[in-house]
């Protein structure tokens, strides 16, 4: 498991007083790093499950947690040739946690 996909999903599972944990809150985290560098990210959420070489030159970075289909989270970063993340998107019931303040 990827360390800060791990504290993303945990914040959300303690985070009873703070708020809900929402997917609302979750892509407000995954969306803090873009125009961030690649290796920053790699640092703190550590290697990547994968990663795929897009036929424009970008590359796409996956991080998954879960085993099972019906609770489990994806996260894609496309990074630029610059090494800089200029989008993601995520997929799962369970990319939830509470929005940074």
Known sequence: MKRSLQAALLLGALAGCAGIPSQEGFGRIVGSWQGR???????????????????????????????????????????????????????GSACRAVSPR
């Open 37 to 91: 560098n690649v290796n920053e990210l790699i640092a703190a959420w550590g290697p990547p499950a994968g990663t795929y070489r897009m036929p424009d030159g970008n590359s796409m970075y996956t991080y998954h947690e879960g085993q099972i289909v019906a609770s489990s989270c994806t996260v894609n970063f496309t990074v630029d040739r610059a090494q800089r993340i200029v989008g993601w998107r995520f997929a």
